[in-house]
T-cell receptor
Framework: GAGVSQSPSNKVTEKGKDVELRCDPI?????LYWYRQSLGQGLEFLIY????????KSGLPSDRFSAERTGGSVSTLTIQRTQQEDSAVYLC?????????????????FGAGSRLTVL | GQNIDQPTEMTATEGAIVQINCTYQ??????LFWYQQHAGEAPTFLSY????GLEEKGRFSSFLSRSKGYSYLLLKELQMKDSASYLC??????????????FGTGTRLLVSP
């Protein structure tokens, strides 16, 4: 598609439930990122996928969080047994790999985010 | 470690000039980005600096000093629509091809008439 698409845009869930957030990156972008933005905070890196390489999961806050990327395109972020502190906007972004695209800057294009509220 | 500092909030008047500073300390450095984020919307790319100096793009300019770990975003002829958060991000590259962007907390700019 023309941009990065995320769904759902809003999700309200009860504490302890599992949630899945979906990201559909820009066609041709081989790098995909998940960030989390809590109210009044900066963007917190969660996980990074690059082509067929093993993802960098160094930002995942706990083992309740996992993500996968199927067929090098769509990605799903799963949060198990949600807690209230998981409430945030989850942003997905995609880009070309380093060395490709605009002047090698590899600009990230963000989706509009999925706002998660855990009651 | 990684540390990126920006002022939390700034105010300015329509038509004025404002400078938003960003200082960083990261284990690796391969470029600095500025993003604009309107409330409730996705961040959008504004500028990129990898070498020292000033990059100008219309009303917006961005400066980088790698030796000082310092950047600023300069906004000229401010308009009401410039009211937004401005995010400074450093590309912290530990190995070829991996490019994690580390973001600061952002500076909320309020432009008043």
């Amino acid at each position: 598609g023309a941009g990065v698409s995320q769904s759902p845009s809003n999700k309200v869930t009860e504490k302890g439930k599992d949630v899945e957030l979906r990201c559909d990156p820009i066609s041709g972008h081989t790098a995909l990122y998940w960030y989390r933005q809590s109210l009044g905070q900066g963007l917190e890196f969660l996980i990074y996928f690059q082509g067929n390489s093993a993802p960098d999961k160094s930002g995942l806050p706990s083992d309740r969080f996992s993500a996968e990327r199927t067929g090098g395109s769509v990605s799903t972020l799963t949060i198990q047994r949600t807690q209230q502190e998981d409430s945030a906007v989850y942003l997905c972004a995609s880009s070309f790999l380093m060395g490709q695209g605009y002047s090698g800057a590899n600009v990230l294009t963000f989706g509009a985010g999925s706002r998660l509220t855990v009651l | 470690g990684q540390n990126i500092d920006q002022p939390t909030e700034m105010t300015a008047t329509e038509g004025a000039i404002v400078q938003i500073n960003c200082t960083y300390q990261t284990s690796g450095f391969n470029g600095l980005f500025w993003y604009q984020q309107h409330a409730g919307e996705a961040p959008t790319f504004l500028s990129y600096n990898v070498l020292d100096g000033l990059e100008e793009k219309g009303r917006f300019s961005s400066f980088l000093s790698r030796s000082k770990g310092y950047s600023y975003l300069l906004l000229k002829e401010l308009q009401m629509k410039d009211s937004a958060s401005y995010l400074c991000a450093v590309r912290d590259t530990r190995n070829t091809g991996f490019q994690k962007l580390v973001f600061g907390t952002g500076t909320r700019l309020l432009v008043s008439p």
